[in-house]
């Protein structure tokens, strides 16, 4: 059933409109009853509707303000205006906003279900309209990912209009602001776009554009970037949009199209680096090096055990804004990214600090991969080293002697097979009384702490060599790599290999 909402300041008004109806007969659901444009959008906000019934005139927010309000949230929502004789110019403006009709007041029952029908009809339609989009779209999306068979490939030519015949294509995704690009906007760009001679084009939502650029074999890639930054600099100026464009290399008939469009599809991971406004091709990064970013852990665990929070700042905006050069590849700022994650991870744990306000690595980590650029990433870090240096100093970790020998002696030989008993027997104290110091100032039991220990070096071992696991396991002290599996999971929540997959991004 589609919802409805009833606006009207009169409360007699408003019930009758209500009682006057069978609105589950037409399909309708009246869930909400407002006095006026204010409480109508509040209660919107909190569950819309697709149909809004409402008066022109009224206290706090005329019924036009509210139109305009709602249509800038959702453009679908349709509405019927109820205007007296003396509001007539009122109604030829809602008329012109594009709302459903109006209806002149008394209000006249028949007439009124009849538009309510309409409406109905309409939404219906366009709902139609949309399954057989989303239809199409996914045919799409199956046959770029390259699941097709030769005999499809004639088809998917057709619908987007290339021919048989061989020829030099570039394929280009374009990817937009979401919050700068409207559905009507996108509407507006993609005619501009379709003048474009030789350029198809194919909405992959929610925010892709495939172009395809046909090409005479005398024009060079170089040419057909420029192109592309030309066309990206006219629709960035016309419609106030933000976009960033990756250009894939030559393909020359519709079966090698998918493969062209992952390449395409590829760049768009260096939006983190190169940002909006942006048009790159696979030339311009075939020579970027992961190796162009390097972080100091040891520097940056220093500035955060110190609680030197603005030298811990300073040198995430240095690492990340200033030393991030143009021949930086993207997986170099991802893999670095990760390691600053699990480096905040290992701190939290080791110093057992806890804070409401704080993510977890893999929390972290899905910040980084879906930051559009590179200043979320360091917002991400800054926040979070932030509230780690703010617990530190209202939770600061001091331990006893013999904690500390303990702690030491544990990063000393971590591969040995240690246990409490023996450390209390070496330090001549009582095993049960020296498990309850330990507890006590470390917030864990000694075999936890252990276990941190042996799983910390295991990451490092895991991101920074290319030693096999089943090897690191052995190196840390664990002989059964299904149980090395399991603590480090619970430890890092993610498995070793799923850490080692994320460096290599």
């Known amino acids: 059933m589609k919802k409805v909402m009833i606006v009207e300041d009169e409360e007699l008004i408003l019930q009758g409109i209500r009682n006057i109806l069978d609105w589950e007969a037409l399909g309708l659901d009246v869930v909400h009853m407002a006095h006026d444009g204010v409480e109508a959008l509040q209660m919107w906000e909190k569950e819309p509707v697709q149909i ?34 003396d509001e007539f110019d009122y109604a030829r403006e809602a008329i012109r906003l594009g709302v459903e009709n ?68 570039f394929a280009a995704v374009m990817k937009w602001n979401a919050e700068g690009l409207k559905e009507k906007k996108l509407a507006e760009v993609i005619m501009e776009l379709k003048k474009e001679s030789g350029l198809k084009l194919l909405h992959l939502p929610p925010d892709n554009l495939l172009m395809v ?6 024009e060079k890639s170089g040419g057909v970037l420029e192109y592309f930054s030309e066309l990206q600099n006219r629709v960035e100026s016309m419609f106030d949009v933000m976009t960033f464009i990756g250009v894939g290399s030559v393909f020359h008939d519709i079966g090698q199209l998918p493969e ?5 599809k590829k760049l768009q991971k260096y939006l983190i680096l190169e940002g909006y406004g942006s048009c790159i091709s696979e030339r311009q990064i075939e020579t970027r090096k992961t190796e162009a970013i390097r972080m100091d852990e040891a520097q940056l665990r220093k500035y955060i055990l110190k609680k030197e929070k603005e030298a811990a700042v300073d040198y995430i905006e240095d690492l990340f804004i200033n030393n991030i050069r143009k021949e930086a590849a993207a997986a170099s700022l991802y893999q670095t990214a990760v390691k600053m994650a699990v480096l905040l991870q290992d701190i939290k744990k080791e110093y057992k600090l806890e804070s409401e306000r704080f993510q977890d690595v ?30 530190m100093h209202t939770e600061d970790s001091q331990y006893t002697p013999v904690v500390r020998q303990i702690m030491a002696e544990v990063q000393q030989n971590y591969r040995e097979d240690m246990n409490l008993k023996t450390l209390a027997y070496k330090y001549h104290m009582n095993a049960s009384y020296l498990g309850q110091i330990f507890q006590k100032e470390t917030g864990c039991s000694f075999a936890q702490y252990l276990s941190n220990t042996k799983n910390g070096i295991a990451k490092d071992l895991i991101l920074n060599t290319n030693m096999k696991i089943n090897d690191i396991a052995k190196q840390v002290g664990y002989p059964d790599t299904s149980y090395f599996y399991r603590k480090f999971k619970q430890c890092y929540g993610v498995s070793p290999a799923s850490l080692r997959e994320m460096k290599k991004y």
């Open 52 to 85: 809004v019934v409402t008066d022109i005139c009224m206290p706090e927010m005329d019924g036009l303000t509210l139109l305009r309000k709602i249509r800038e949230k959702e453009e679908q929502v349709r509405f019927i205006i109820l205007t007296g004789y």
């Open 102 to 169: 109006y209806i002149m007041k008394p209000i006249d029952e028949e007439e009124l279900e009849r538009q309510l029908r309409e409406t109905v009809h309409k939404l219906e339609e366009t709902d139609k309209k949309n399954l057989q989009y989303i239809d199409e779209k996914a045919q799409w999306m199956y046959f770029l990912s390259g699941k097709a068979g030769q005999e499809e490939y004639d088809k998917y030519g057709k619908m987007l209009g290339i021919g048989a015949e061989h020829g030099n294509y």
């Open 213 to 218: 650029l046909r090409e005479d074999e005398e």
């Open 260 to 264: 062209a469009y992952r390449a395409a």
């Open 362 to 391: 893999t929390e972290l980590i899905e910040t980084i991969f879906g930051a559009d650029d590179i200043l979320g990433i360091k917002a991400a870090f800054v926040t979070e080293i932030t509230e780690i240096i703010k617990c």
